[in-house]
């Protein structure tokens, strides 16, 4: 059986290595970048209802759950390339269920703020978006009392949580395995396996999430395990 967490397969990237090495550093930019953005977020709410690839129509989630993008062609590079943006907007629009113009208007706001609020962060990312190995940057917050309901993702990411700020009362599970969040301990899984989240702590998780893309990484070398059918755990 394909394992769950996967770290191992992307921990001698420079983007894994720097999140986890400096953290330390990491962590108050991301927080004044979150907060810097209150109005976006306040703004841009979550779709609570998304087409699953294999459950259909489904309920995301229910309670308080915020997610902000970090716009990757902040580091410049392919990632202003026009395919690579394209790509970017395309999802956003997917995940915020708005328009392609709020997104053109909002995402602008966003690369500043964030060229200005994370300039190491940004330096940690850079080599694997110029590879195109990192598709995308978000921010998770996750108030208590929340529940992520159990869903698929892309098939071609693997997912990487980076702890910014933990509640013991919070965890994930992924297939059935059920992981809490730490600082300084970055995780991986495949965004496709069935996963979701409970926050029954006392103050709000964050957590940065980067995706790689599998194809990616494939013509890197990296091998990964091949996929099946396996039975959900939930």
Same mark, same amino acid.
């Given at each position: ?9 992307? *921990?001698? $990237? ?15 930019? =991301?927080? +004044? ?21 294999? $459950?259909?129509?489904?309920? $995301?989630?229910?309670? *308080?759950?915020?997610? =902000?993008? !970090?716009?990757?062609? &902040?580091?410049? /590079? ?35 703020? !964030? @060229?200005?609020?994370?300039? $190491?962060?940004?330096? &940690? ?10 598709? *995308?940057?978000? =921010?998770? +917050?996750?108030?208590?009392?929340? @529940? ?10 693997? #997912? ?5 700020? /933990? ?7 992924? #297939?059935?395995?059920?992981? /809490? ?12 396996? +069935? ?9 709000? #998780? ?8 599998? *194809?990616?990484?494939? +013509? ?15």
């Amino acid at each position: 059986m394909r394992k769950i967490w996967q770290e191992d397969m992307i *921990s001698h $990237l420079s983007s894994f290595q720097n999140v986890k090495v400096h953290h330390k550093w990491i962590i108050p930019e =991301i927080l +004044k970048f979150v907060e810097t953005n209150q109005p976006i977020l306040k703004e841009w709410v979550l779709d609570k209802w998304v087409d699953d690839r294999n $459950l259909g129509r489904v309920q $995301l989630w229910d309670g *308080s759950w915020t997610v =902000i993008p !970090m716009p990757l062609n &902040a580091v410049g /590079t392919t990632a202003s390339e026009e395919d690579f943006e394209l790509s970017e907007m395309v999802s956003f629009v997917e995940l915020f269920n708005t328009t392609v113009e709020k997104v053109q208007e909002v995402l602008p706001k966003l690369t500043e703020s !964030m @060229k200005e609020c994370c300039p $190491l962060f940004h330096l &940690a990312l850079q080599p694997d978006i110029e590879s195109k190995l990192l598709k *995308s940057c978000t =921010i998770s +917050k996750l108030s208590p009392g929340t @529940k992520i309901n159990p869903h698929s993702g892309d098939i071609d990411s693997l #997912r990487l949580h980076v702890p910014i700020v /933990t509640d013991p009362g919070a965890w994930l599970s992924v #297939r059935g395995r059920k992981k /809490t969040w730490e600082v300084g301990k970055p995780f991986a899984f495949h965004d496709h396996d +069935k996963h979701w989240a409970q926050h029954n702590g006392t103050h709000d #998780r964050i957590v940065v999430i980067l995706d790689y893309s599998l *194809s990616q990484l494939e +013509k890197e070398g990296v091998i990964m395990e091949k996929w099946e059918d396996e039975e959900d755990y939930i």
